[in-house]
């Protein structure tokens, strides 16, 4: 607003959670953070991952998939808009977040700034697997649809990544119009410090994104608080048109450069996810099966004592019947004494997965 340039650096930040109203300028301000990183970094040196549930937000940078971005193995398209993909490429970029500490401790570096310095100089044997680290920056368009549609499958792969990534340079920015705390956890708060909002609509908006309020009193169209610490700054985001990034995009293509997405490696196949069924013969379920599914789904408890009472059944037969709906997927692990969490949101989700357990 003082007229004068505000810059951050993202590797300080490290992750950033950015929010607002439909129309306020998010999408543009992702875009802006976007160009600013192709602008800065050689294609060597930066990987994108980016996630865009909306489909169109983020096509225009398909014609620089080969140069900056990062996918799994056998994905069609490296942008990514189907849901279930989301999850597997949350999981491979856990995977090579677990592959990079391992070599970081190999090379005795603290980070990867460090690593990539002593790769440069030739300190490294290349026969232990060291090679050139690029940072990783993930982006999610639109966080909170697929927190509805996905729920925990998401969550837990984006809180682990928040939490250790920072020192193997994976970053992640995350966008949503609605803040409110079903989507913006506790578990994700505190593990994204820096903020941007844009104009909310309500003042509790405000407070869940920038634990204040301020955010409703924005004018809109780009203006926006930026908040990593203590006082939040008020800053007006630059605007970047949809002809000026095709322009960078089509220069990107003229240079040489790598010539396909980087490869992330295959996420780790875990049983009973929802997708999977691991371990659960649809031949062999309890007859009480499917509705005890129902009845954990609808009331959001999983616990046995629910299910001995419900049925009129023995302890050892709820503990078989829990036992077989955490193989299929629907109830996490046990907690002790405390009631197992549900996995599924409601009951559309759990009539899909019955579904392919019959036909499986």
Same mark, same amino acid.
């Given at each position: 607003?003082?007229n004068e340039?505000?810059?951050v650096?993202?590797?300080?930040?490290p992750?950033?959670l950015v929010?607002?109203?439909?129309g306020?300028g998010k999408?543009?301000?992702?875009?802006?953070i976007i160009?600013?990183?192709?602008?800065k970094?050689?294609p060597?040196?930066?990987?994108l991952v980016?996630?865009?549930?909306?489909?169109?937000?983020?096509?225009v940078?398909?014609?620089?998939a080969?140069k900056?971005m990062a996918a799994?193995?056998?994905e069609?398209?490296p942008i990514i808009t189907?849901?279930t993909k989301?999850?597997?490429?949350?999981?491979s970029?856990?995977?090579?977040m677990?592959?990079?500490?391992?070599?970081?401790?190999?090379a005795g570096?603290?980070n990867?700034?460090?690593?990539?310095?002593?790769?440069?100089?030739?300190?490294?044997?290349?026969?232990?697997?060291?090679?050139y680290?690029?940072?990783i920056?993930?982006?999610i368009?639109?966080?909170?649809?697929?927190i509805?549609t996905?729920g925990?499958?998401?969550?837990?792969p984006?809180?682990?990544i928040a939490?250790?990534?920072?020192?193997?340079?994976?970053?992640?920015?995350i966008?949503?119009?609605?803040?409110t705390t079903?989507?913006?956890?506790?578990?994700i708060?505190?593990?994204?410090?820096g903020r941007i909002?844009?104009k909310? @609509? +309500?003042? &509790?908006d405000?407070?869940t994104?920038?634990?204040?309020t301020? !955010?409703?009193? *924005?004018?809109?169209r780009?203006d926006m608080?930026?908040?990593?610490?203590n006082?939040?700054?008020?800053?007006q985001?630059?605007?970047?048109d949809?002809?000026?990034i095709?322009?960078i995009?089509e220069f990107i293509c003229?240079?040489?450069g790598?010539?396909e997405?980087m490869e992330?490696?295959?996420p780790a196949?875990?049983?009973?996810?929802?997708g999977?069924?691991?371990?659960?013969d649809a031949?062999?379920l309890?007859?009480y099966?499917?509705?005890?599914?129902?009845?954990?789904?609808l009331?959001q408890?999983?616990? @046995? +004592?629910? &299910?001995?009472r419900?049925?009129?059944?023995g302890?050892?037969r !709820?503990?078989? *019947?829990?036992?077989?709906?955490e193989a299929?997927g629907?109830?996490?692990?046990a907690?002790g004494?405390?009631?197992?969490?549900?996995?599924?949101?409601?009951e559309?989700?759990?009539n899909?997965?019955l579904m392919?357990?019959?036909?499986?």
């Open positions: 607003i003082t340039v505000f810059m650096d993202l590797a300080k930040i992750h950033l929010a607002g109203a439909t306020q999408s543009v301000g992702l875009n802006a160009t600013s990183l192709l602008y970094k050689h060597n040196e930066l990987k980016l996630i865009d549930p909306k489909k169109v937000e983020f096509s940078y398909s014609r620089i080969n900056f799994v193995p056998d069609d398209e189907d849901v989301v999850v597997r490429t949350l999981n970029l856990c995977v090579l677990d592959s990079r500490y391992d070599l970081l401790k190999k570096a603290r990867i700034k460090e690593y990539n310095q002593k790769y440069i100089n030739h300190k490294l044997k290349l026969t232990d697997g060291h090679e680290m690029p940072y920056v993930v982006i368009d639109e966080f909170g649809d697929l509805m996905a925990k499958e998401v969550e837990l984006i809180a682990r939490q250790l990534a920072r020192a193997v340079g994976i970053h992640m920015i966008a949503t119009q609605r803040p079903s989507i913006i956890t506790g578990n708060k505190a593990n994204f410090p909002a844009f909310v @609509t +309500s003042a &509790i405000s407070k994104i920038l634990d204040r301020g !955010a409703n009193q *924005l004018i809109g780009g608080l930026y908040l990593n610490g006082e939040p700054v008020r800053v985001c630059a605007f970047v949809t002809p000026e095709e322009r995009n003229e240079q040489p790598p010539i997405p992330l490696p295959e196949n875990e049983d009973g996810g929802v999977g069924n691991g371990g659960v031949r062999n309890d007859p099966f499917e509705e005890a599914a129902h009845a954990i789904v009331s408890q999983g616990s @046995t +004592s629910m &299910i001995q419900r049925f009129s059944i302890y050892n !709820a503990g078989r *019947l829990m036992d077989q709906l299929a629907i109830v996490g692990a907690q004494s405390k009631p197992r969490e549900v996995l599924l949101q409601d559309n989700q759990l899909t997965l392919q357990l019959r036909n499986s």
